[in-house]
């Protein structure tokens, strides 16, 4: 099983380096960093049509919209 590093056990792992393998290490890291971060993110999902084929009238959106503002406004707020 693999161990999993922290942050700050990598911080301290690096700070061991000489400062030419630190500079090293930045040089083999960035261009990682950079295509991950270039990535194109994955398209979202449409959210049109999401409540399409439910049974919700406006009697149900009325009634739980009473509901929510029965007790509104409240004395101890």
Do not use: H, Y
């Not at 500079?23 to 991950?36: K, N, S, T």
């Not at 959210?47 to 959106?61: A, P």
């Amino acid at each position: 099983m693999e161990k999993v590093v922290t942050l700050e056990e990598a911080i301290e792992l690096v700070k061991q380096l000489s400062l030419v393998d630190q500079v090293r290490l930045i040089e083999q890291i960035a261009p990682q960093i950079e295509r991950e971060l270039t990535m194109q993110p994955k398209p979202r999902q449409s959210l049109r049509g999401l409540w399409r084929g439910s049974n919700t009238t406006e009697s149900d959106i009325s009634e739980v919209r009473q509901e929510m503002w029965e007790k509104f406004p409240r004395e101890d707020v």
